[in-house]
């Protein structure tokens, strides 16, 4: 079985640039999630979708983040303007249904963000 | 609001001894305790989980126990080897809610010396 698929590895932008990241999760997963990871911390949960619409979405900075999940199945996550603060790893996951028993979540490897 | 609290923040053990790593959890509504295995450049691994219905659970060297009352729970992994070197996370959620999300605690590095 395919794991969760993120895209890019890593990407370095200039502050005030904008950025996207892409994350196609586990096939018939209907739960998707965006975390961000700062360096030294525990991941951060940003949003969560439940097939194309939003569960929770309390810890977004909604001034300059967004996110949607195209059909209930790929997702991309947009930060415009980037700020300094933005540099962490930003961690897709999935899970079967995740608002039942049994839904562990599944992790891809991760796109690293550089803001300088 | 949520908050898990994890120790230590690093452990170096020999090869071959246990490793023990603690966490507590803040939302008593919890009943979800998964622990994440993070390699340099990786993304999280799911090792084990618990469920608030059970006290412990084990596989193989690896085990967690969960105490409901005092809100902690534990991994526990026996006779290290230098390929369990890694960051490990624990977190806490509520299985069957309107939101699942994870709350993770700050990660614990794991030195597992030959």
């Known amino acids: 079985e395919a794991g969760v698929a993120q895209s890019p590895r890593y990407k370095i932008i200039e502050k005030r640039q904008s950025v996207a990241f892409w994350c196609n999760p586990i096939?018939?997963?209907?739960?998707l999630y965006w975390y961000q990871q700062i360096l030294g911390q525990g991941p951060k949960l940003l949003i969560q979708?439940?097939?194309?619409?939003?569960?929770?979405d309390s810890q977004l900075p909604k001034d300059r983040f967004s996110a949607e999940r195209l059909k209930g199945v790929d997702s991309t996550l947009k930060i415009q303007p980037a700020k300094l603060e933005d540099s962490a790893v930003y961690l897709c996951?999935?899970?079967?249904?995740?608002?039942?028993?049994?839904?562990?979540?599944?992790f891809g490897q991760g796109t690293r963000l550089t803001v300088v | 609001g949520e908050n898990v609290e994890q120790h230590p923040s690093t452990l170096s053990v020999q090869e071959g001894d246990s490793a023990v790593i603690k966490c507590t959890y803040s939302d008593s509504a919890s009943n979800y305790f998964p622990w994440y295995k993070q390699e340099l450049g990786k993304g999280p691994q799911l090792i084990i989980d618990i469920r608030s219905n059970v006290g412990e659970k084990k596989d193989q060297r690896i085990a967690v126990t969960l105490n409901k009352t005092a809100k902690h729970f534990s991994l526990h992994i026996t006779e290290t080897q230098p390929e369990d070197s890694a960051v490990y996370f624990c977190a806490a959620s509520r299985e069957g809610g309107a939101t699942n999300k994870l709350i993770f605690g700050t990660g614990t590095l794991l030195a597992v010396q030959p």
């Open positions: 996951a999935s899970s079967l249904d995740g608002g039942r028993i049994g839904g562990e979540a599944f």
């Open positions: 096939s018939g997963h209907a739960t």
């Open positions: 979708f439940q097939n194309n619409g939003v569960v929770d």
